[in-house]
């Protein structure tokens, strides 16, 4: 792993950053690959990450991403040989420079992971990326990170019982896929019924909400839903894909929550973690806000609140 020094006695909240890898894309693209580095910058500025703490994902070893992925799916995307179906279903084009960073991608998760295990809580500012099943590529996911992470933290048996919390807009179909046969993984996904994908996948506990639900048909849902999940799983690690495109006005969100509806549910999430006493991971998940400004600041909100989180387990013993 990294090296993770302390700094000015700051509890410290690591987190790995992957926008150092970027790809090219065709204009007018609606991929938001400009928001990564900003939000890096911003959560620098604001002091939420101390630059010691601030770690640049290197891209993942084929054999990590092996541990989740098929292996033939693994060898036709780092060989370019993804035919023209598959790279429609992944909505981006291929390029040396997109594997690269997704492999990063599932570095920071992997690493935010045992880091997490460390201190309690730790994220990554990428990764969440849902879409991806163990043999194909979707919705600009190309590597599920969250399924390597668990895969290796379950190999050097660091973690047995993970508890996906997704609360991206869109249904995490990929992972409730690949876990689908797997009762050591709990799946918990809250997103708009009509929506992305059409097909759904099934997952340990899926709440699909109506389009246009609002703050407190959202929260009452989590409120319901979230503390009978941890009961019944009792998990030892928390996996957080934390997308903001619930947010009112994103163009693939078809939810209608407020930042401070989002604030809400970040705080409830945590907080969920702290009284069970569980490591908690973040990942960046979906934010596709006109402008991009809007899930910029709800972005923000996500690691303000893991932030205080970090702040409230001062005596975090592994």
């Not at 910058?41 to 939420?48: C, M, P």
């Not at 799916?73 to 420079?97: F, K, N, T």
């Not at 993984?185 to 059409?198: E, G, M």
């Not at 600041?297 to 013993?317: I, T, Y």
Request: proline share 6%.
């Amino acid at each position: 792993m990294n090296a993770r020094p302390e700094h000015n006695g700051t509890r410290p909240l690591h987190v790995w950053t992957s926008d150092h890898f970027t790809f090219d894309l065709p204009e007018g693209h609606a991929f938001p690959i400009g928001k990564y580095s900003a939000l890096r910058e911003r959560v620098l500025a604001e002091g939420l990450v101390d630059p010691a703490h601030l770690h640049r994902s290197e891209p993942a070893p084929r054999e990590w991403l092996e541990r989740a992925h098929d292996a033939q799916y693994v060898a036709r995307v780092m060989d370019g040989a993804l035919d023209e179906i598959a790279e429609r279903r992944l909505g981006l084009p291929w390029s040396h420079a997109l594997v690269e960073r997704a492999r990063a991608a599932t570095w920071g998760t992997v690493l935010a992971a045992r880091a997490a295990l460390d201190h309690g809580v730790a994220g990554n500012l990428a990764g969440g990326s849902h879409h991806a099943f163990r043999d194909r590529a979707e919705a600009y996911c190309l590597f599920n990170d969250i399924a390597v992470a668990i895969a290796m933290l379950r190999e050097d048996a660091l973690a047995s019982r993970p508890l996906i919390v997704d609360l991206d807009v869109h249904q995490g179909n990929g992972t409730a896929a690949m876990f689908a046969d797997d009762p050591g993984v709990f799946t918990f996904s809250i997103h708009a019924a009509d929506n992305y994908p059409v097909h759904k996948e099934r997952s340990t506990l899926d709440v699909a909400l109506p389009a246009g639900t609002e703050d407190e048909a959202y929260l009452d849902a989590l409120g319901r839903h979230l503390g009978p999940a941890f009961a019944a799983h009792q998990p030892d690690i928390v996996f957080y894909q934390a997308g903001v495109d619930a947010l009112a006005g994103d163009r693939f969100g078809r939810l209608a929550l407020t930042r401070a509806g989002l604030a809400e549910r970040d705080a409830r999430v945590f907080a969920e973690c702290e009284r069970a006493g569980v490591p908690v991971v973040v990942t960046l998940g979906g934010g596709y806000g006109r402008p991009i400004e809007l899930s910029l600041a709800a972005h923000l909100g996500v690691w303000r609140a893991a932030r205080a989180a970090r702040d409230r387990r001062p005596e975090w013993k592994p």
